[in-house]
């Protein structure tokens, strides 16, 4: 493997072992796991996956070893500083005693997404209704309460503009 590529990485790459064992790392792996290289190559991806998520691994281990490939995957990891955060993990398999992972932190995203999933979920039960309508005054989004004070499906408002509910407006 070419280490110069592993070292300038983007991502943190972790080089393993069949059983998970680390036999290289990248700068991007340190910093993201808040490990040195060496505590590093001392230790699996067991060390830095909460258990309930050993099974996925696993999983995707015995996936990537039949056919090759396998698809990206999001899991929790634990650093050394003990958060539970999140990654997403793209592995590859380079010999049958050979793994390499690529992974990058999306704790941020995650938590964004839940945040507007969250809040979505409290405007679409408002009684109240509620219109985001965008440049070309169609409808970006609504609401139940839009849907019912207007007595249109949520996919039949997202597909009309103010000018078909109202069209004297312009």
């Not at 110069?4 to 993201?32: K, Q, T, W």
């Not at 040195?36 to 696993?58: C, F, G, T, Y």
């Not at 839940?114 to 209704?129: G, I, M, P, Y």
Request: charged share 30%; proline share 3%; aromatic share 10%.
């Amino acid at each position: 493997i070419c280490k110069e590529c592993i070292e300038s990485a983007p991502y943190a790459v972790f080089v393993m072992d069949r059983l998970g064992y680390y036999s290289d790392v990248n700068v991007m792996a340190e910093h993201l796991s808040g490990y040195s290289r060496d505590e590093l190559l001392q230790m699996s991806i067991a060390d830095l996956v909460p258990k309930k998520d050993l099974v996925k691994v696993r999983k995707h281990f015995s996936q990537l070893e039949k056919d090759g490939i396998t698809k990206s995957t999001q899991m929790q990891y634990r650093p050394k500083n003990g958060e539970l955060r999140y990654w997403s993990v793209t592995p590859v398999k380079l010999s049958h005693e050979q793994f390499l992972a690529f992974a990058y932190d999306i704790t941020e995203q995650k938590k964004e997404r839940e945040t507007l999933l969250l809040k979505k979920f409290a405007l679409d039960r408002l009684n109240e209704a509620i219109f985001l309508i965008d440049q070309n005054s169609m409808f970006h989004y609504v609401n139940d309460g839009a849907c019912r004070a207007l007595g249109y499906t949520r996919e039949e408002l997202l597909k009309l503009g103010v000018v078909d509910i109202d069209p004297n407006c312009s």
